[in-house]
């Protein structure tokens, strides 16, 4: 169960982050239209400004490059490449490529993971305790004696 939660976690970050490049492409199309190279840097430079993304850059439709950010010093030892296409229907004005830190990508969910299985065994044994108070409650009014008036 915890283990098939976890995965459901990674998946859905590694669908947020597909997420982001199809809206960067859909951004970038604007920008490669009218050839403003300015807006597409800075583009780049705020998806190179998420942590999870170590390294973005846009390609023209002949797969050269347009505009890049500066890749890090250290990069990580396995990374998740996305290659998006923009694109205006049939036609394909270029390319946007995001390398994205894998190993900090799936370690994300993991502490989101932790903290809801806290959360679940913290309730789980407060249901517990309430449980037993109520048991003893209704027990005592079970078994109180019955007093005629007097």
Known sequence: ???????ELQSH?????ELTAAQAANEARYWLIENDVAKLQTLVDNLAQHPLIDYSAIYDNYG???VSAEPPSARAEKVFVLVEEVREEELIHGYLHIAINQPMLLAEPISVHEYLSYYGQFLLVFA??????MTLTFNKWRYRRWRAPE
């Open 13 to 17: 970050s590694q669908q947020l982050i």
């Open 1 to 7: 169960m915890q283990e098939t939660s976890l995965a």
């Open 128 to 133: 517990i305790l309430a449980g037993v108070l």
């Open 64 to 66: 050269r490059a347009l």
